[in-house]
């Protein structure tokens, strides 16, 4: 079984910075895409940021230009780094990963908080 676990959440002012991390651990033979969702209140979940191992990178349009995503294989890490942040960054963040270890997975972290004051 893999399990993701998110850290670095917390309480920031608008125009400030935050540093998302998410690790991967279980069995791993690869991972495929490790990504960042996010779901405030009353909406749906969202892709905020996504990497593939081959280095391809897709970004929702919100946070082009103040959101880095960034992985390192070899620890089985994702990172998201944010800045600019905005009220409106308000949200749950998940960690997403799909690949393979006994069988393929797509798993999900617990979420980790990020809330932006105005």
């Known amino acids: 079984q893999v399990q993701l676990v998110e850290s670095g959440g917390g309480l920031v002012q608008a125009g400030g910075s935050l540093r998302l991390s998410c690790a991967a651990s279980?069995?791993?033979?690869?991972?495929?895409?490790m990504g960042w969702y996010r779901q405030a209140p009353g909406k749906q979940r969202e892709l905020v940021a996504a990497?593939?191992?081959?280095?391809?990178?897709k970004y929702a349009d919100s946070v082009k230009g103040r959101f880095t995503i960034s992985r390192t294989n070899a620890k089985n890490m994702v990172y998201l780094q944010m800045s600019s942040l905005k009220p409106e960054d308000t949200a749950v963040y998940y960690c997403n990963a799909d690949g393979y270890s006994a069988g393929y997975f797509d798993s999900w972290g617990q979420g980790t908080q990020v809330t932006v004051s105005s």
């Open positions: 279980g069995s791993i033979f690869s991972i495929n895409t």
């Open positions: 990497l593939t191992s081959g280095g391809g990178t």
